[in-house]
């Protein structure tokens, strides 16, 4: 095996130009690592903030993006177990956790303290041909489900199924809010709250995109500008009474109007901070309503385990807008940062 490989290498923050293709060591192993050869690798927010300097915390420069992976096994370290060269996998969003920690011991290895993004720090992440990742953050990928897929599934299926699922605890009849419908997150949230039976209304602000968001599943679709306070035609749509749950793929942009849209005693589900932006907020507007404020920041492995499994099963459709090689992965984070991606666009260092 040669000892270099092809990546997109990021030294300092900046807009998408500075994502340079280079030549750079295969990662290091450590002993409870599998070496993964990549065959996808899904291009997420989370990659743009890392890319541009909004997100800090957790961030050691130079760095290989990238998170959302899959491939095939290319080797193991001596203390794995349950893989072997060869085998389909795909990964959590964690390149490392410490396993033993109360969090890490009750399915929560999310919050683990010695957790490590994968594509945040040094030169370790998906859009390369090799990612070197510890084997409580990798599954195996089931029959039936692509490369493609599998490398989307922890992410922007794994993360909305802790919302939905975990996190909300959605039921059937209950009205859903999901903001960014069309993003990544959005489109899969939309399927998930209509398999949890619920009645859910989609923000966009593209209209391109709204046939693929009832195509999604969506019940109501609502067309806004960016920036429009869309809390009238929630409340109308939901007798006047507002939601019950939002899914929040948004954040800081549309929060005003997410807070006005819901009903007492609704549950609102942070997901996404598309901008670094602060918001205005009186405590009273929450509790004199009961309304709760809770997040979901990513995806535990049983949390992908089961996303996995409702994709091998039909019930939840990946949703792809497109395939590139590395070399078009600015190309591909101006389309995400531009809002121009509806579901997520795969590079593969294969093409
Ligand atoms: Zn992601
Ligand atoms: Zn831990």
């Not at 290895?109 to 030169?123: A, V």
């Not at 609102?268 to 009961?290: C, E, S």
């Not at 996995?308 to 992965?329: C, F, N, Q, Y």
Request: aromatic share 4%; charged share 20%.
């Amino acid at each position: 095996m040669t000892q270099t490989m092809r990546a997109v290498v990021v030294e300092a923050p900046g807009g998408p130009e500075v994502m340079y293709l280079r030549n750079v060591p295969i990662p290091d192993m450590r002993p409870t690592d599998l070496l993964i050869r990549v065959e996808s690798c899904g291009v997420c927010f989370h990659d743009v903030v890392t890319r541009n300097g909004v997100l800090r915390r957790g961030i050691k420069m130079p760095v290989i993006p990238g998170h959302e992976v899959s491939g095939v096994v290319e080797k193991i370290g001596p203390q794995v177990f349950g893989f072997k060269p060869g085998d389909r996998v795909t990964t959590t969003q964690r390149r490392h956790i410490c396993g033993h920690c109360m969090y890490c011991r009750s399915s929560r290895e999310t919050s683990c303290n010695d957790r490590e993004f994968l594509g945040d720090i040094g030169l370790n992440g998906g859009y390369a041909e090799f990612v070197a990742v510890q084997q409580d953050g990798v599954c195996h990928i089931p029959q039936g489900v692509t490369f493609n897929q599998a490398a989307i599934t922890s992410c922007a299926i794994g993360t909305e199924l802790n919302a939905v699922r975990d996190v909300g605890k959605v039921k059937m009849g209950e009205k859903v809010l999901v903001t960014g419908a069309g993003g990544g997150l959005g489109v899969h949230g939309i399927q998930l709250g209509k398999l949890a039976g619920a009645y859910v209304i989609a923000v966009t602000s593209s209209k391109e995109k709204q046939k693929i968001i009832f195509e999604n599943g969506a019940h109501e679709v609502l067309l806004v500008e960016r920036g429009e306070d869309f809390s009238g035609a929630v409340k109308e749509a939901t007798g006047g009474n507002g939601v019950d749950v939002v899914i929040d793929n948004v954040g800081s942009p549309t929060f005003e109007a997410t807070r006005r849209s819901l009903a007492m005693g609704a549950r609102w589900i942070f997901v996404g901070q598309v901008t670094g932006d602060f918001v205005k907020l009186n405590p009273a507007q929450l509790f004199m309503r009961d309304i709760s404020i809770m997040s979901a920041k990513s995806t535990s492995k049983k949390q992908l385990q089961d996303a996995l499994d409702l994709v091998a099963r039909g019930d939840i459709k990946p949703i792809i807008t497109g395939e590139m090689s590395l070399e078009h992965a600015s190309q591909a984070h101006s389309d995400v940062e531009a809002g121009r991606s509806t579901g997520r666009i795969i590079l593969k260092p294969g093409l």
